[in-house]
């Protein structure tokens, strides 16, 4: 079994999933700067980061151009960046107008399509359009010769599961007998033709027709065979996609917090990853509460009284009793996240390492935080 530090500087590839609200997005960012730390050329791919990541990596805010950070911005932070980092938000407009442009057969066909009002639509609005073209950007960067490590954090989505399901999806929305029978009707003449079509299907389409205005058809036609042609067809396109996520260069590091939700959901991701033959490289548990120093007595409220006095601390006359209670709610929540958290170490089997990540005093808001978060994950946690 690999470690998380192992996978981190020999992988070619992280990927990191797990439900929204997870710490995705930091666990990824510090696995970056571990990896360039380790003397790794990293590229971190992350998905609407919260401004105060930006801003830890010294950065005013994050785009869809490649931001090299700064190796002095480590070393006032006390770090030797031996490697490189350079950032990088994935937009997914942004990745789908480049497919577009790279390998539509002349400009003025990438402009038609780009300029279609459905192609619009679909590439900010469609269900699995942003999952689907992540992958599509690691496709593409993966064989980028400029970097070691690709870091990537999926999209917030309240299901993990959304990720993989994505090119599936994408490929029953554009690539469906529906969408064929446009193909058919439009083909050969370059306009809509219902003659081509089945009788029924064409009083269908003419129905539709007297209610979105004919228009509508001739957009829609021309933008699904113009997509069709681009990609070579959306299930072809999916494959590749697919093959390149379970090449043994890839990893992907499962964050959860030890919420029963979370376990529940990354534990079903973690199957439907087994199932499909891609990498599980280790799971991240993050907010884990331990409990407090070990003590042979629960503490009373005459010992709150008494170190409450020791070191002149001036609170309310009920403090002592809501610090003994607060200690005892402490040791509860502790026991709680092990117990859920025992759920991965069944399912692991030893073969897949659990790293668990204490509850942190504050957000990771800076370049310190970040530095000790990715300590902690490369050291395995506690």
């Not at 639509?121 to 999952?131: I, P």
């Not at 003659?195 to 029924?200: E, F, G, I, V, Y």
């Not at 120093?293 to 409220?301: K, M, R, T």
């Not at 204490?358 to 990715?374: A, I």
């Given at each position: 079994?690999?470690?998380?530090?192992?996978?981190?500087?020999?992988?070619?590839?992280?990927?990191?999933?797990?439900?929204?609200g997870?710490?995705?997005?930091?666990?990824?960012?510090?696995?970056?700067?571990?990896?360039?730390?380790?003397?790794?050329?990293v590229?971190?791919?992350?998905?609407?980061?919260?401004?105060?990541?930006?801003?830890?990596l010294?950065?005013?805010h994050?785009?869809?151009?490649?931001?090299?950070?700064?190796?002095?911005?480590?070393?006032?932070?006390?770090?030797q960046?031996?490697?490189?980092?350079?950032?990088?938000?994935?937009?997914?407009?942004?990745?789908?107008d480049?497919l577009?442009?790279?390998?539509?057969?002349?400009?003025e066909?990438?402009?038609r399509?780009?300029?279609?009002?459905?192609?619009?639509?679909?590439?900010?609005?469609?269900?699995?359009?942003?999952?689907?073209?992540?992958m599509e950007?690691?496709?593409?960067?993966?064989?980028?010769?400029r970097?070691?490590?690709?870091?990537?954090?999926?999209?917030?989505?309240?299901?993990?599961?959304?990720?993989?399901?994505?090119?599936?999806r994408?490929?029953?929305?554009?690539?469906?007998?529906?969408?064929?029978?446009?193909v058919?009707?439009?083909q050969?003449?370059?306009?809509?033709s219902?003659?081509?079509?089945?009788?029924?299907?064409?009083?269908?389409?003419?129905?539709?027709?007297?209610?979105?205005?004919?228009?509508?058809?001739?957009?829609?036609?021309?933008?699904?065979?113009e997509?069709?042609?681009?990609?070579?067809?959306?299930?072809?396109?999916?494959?590749?996609?697919?093959?390149?996520?379970?090449?043994?260069?890839?990893?992907?590091?499962?964050?959860?917090?030890?919420?029963?939700?979370?376990?529940q959901?990354?534990?079903?991701?973690?199957?439907?990853?087994?199932?499909?033959?891609?990498?599980?490289?280790?799971?991240?548990?993050?907010?884990?509460?331990?409990?407090?120093?070990?003590?042979?007595?629960?503490?009373?409220?005459?010992?709150?009284?008494?170190?409450?006095?020791?070191?002149?601390?001036?609170?309310d006359e009920?403090a002592?009793?809501?610090l003994?209670?607060?200690?005892?709610?402490?040791?509860?929540?502790?026991?709680?996240?092990?117990?859920?958290?025992?759920?991965?170490?069944?399912?692991?089997?030893g073969?897949v390492?659990?790293?668990?990540?204490?509850?942190?005093?504050?957000?990771?808001?800076?370049l310190?935080?970040?530095?000790?978060?990715?300590?902690?994950?490369?050291?395995?946690?506690?």
């Amino acid at each position: 079994m690999e470690t998380l530090d192992q996978l981190v500087m020999s992988r070619r590839v992280l990927v990191v999933v797990g439900a929204g609200g997870v710490g995705k997005t930091t666990t990824a960012a510090a696995l970056a700067v571990a990896g360039a730390r380790g003397g790794r050329r990293v590229l971190c791919l992350t998905i609407d980061p919260a401004k105060r990541l930006a801003e830890a990596l010294g950065l005013q805010h994050m785009s869809d151009e490649e931001q090299a950070i700064s190796p002095e911005l480590f070393a006032r932070g006390g770090m030797q960046l031996s490697g490189s980092l350079t950032a990088m938000m994935l937009d997914a407009t942004a990745t789908f107008d480049e497919l577009v442009m790279k390998y539509s057969p002349s400009p003025e066909r990438a402009r038609r399509l780009l300029d279609n009002k459905l192609y619009q639509y679909v590439s900010r609005s469609l269900a699995g359009t942003s999952e689907y073209m992540a992958m599509e950007k690691l496709v593409a960067v993966q064989s980028d010769p400029r970097f070691d490590l690709v870091v990537l954090d999926t999209p917030p989505t309240a299901n993990a599961l959304d990720f993989l399901d994505a090119p599936q999806r994408l490929v029953e929305a554009l690539d469906s007998p529906a969408i064929r029978w446009f193909v058919e009707a439009f083909q050969s003449t370059g306009k809509l033709s219902l003659n081509l079509l089945a009788r029924s299907a064409a009083a269908v389409l003419r129905g539709l027709g007297r209610i979105t205005g004919g228009g509508f058809l001739e957009a829609m036609a021309e933008f699904i065979t113009e997509l069709n042609d681009l990609f070579g067809g959306f299930r072809k396109r999916a494959k590749i996609v697919e093959a390149a996520l379970r090449s043994p260069e890839v990893s992907f590091v499962l964050a959860t917090s030890p919420a029963p939700m979370s376990i529940q959901e990354v534990l079903f991701f973690s199957d439907r990853l087994e199932d499909s033959q891609m990498p599980r490289g280790a799971f991240v548990v993050n907010r884990f509460r331990l409990p407090p120093p070990a003590a042979e007595d629960p503490p009373s409220e005459r010992d709150a009284a008494e170190s409450i006095a020791e070191h002149a601390i001036a609170l309310d006359e009920d403090a002592p009793t809501r610090l003994v209670q607060a200690h005892a709610d402490a040791v509860h929540l502790a026991a709680l996240d092990a117990k859920h958290v025992r759920g991965l170490d069944e399912r692991a089997k030893g073969k897949v390492p659990i790293v668990r990540i204490p509850e942190l005093p504050t957000d990771v808001h800076d370049l310190t935080s970040l530095r000790k978060l990715s300590e902690m994950l490369m050291a395995g946690g506690v």
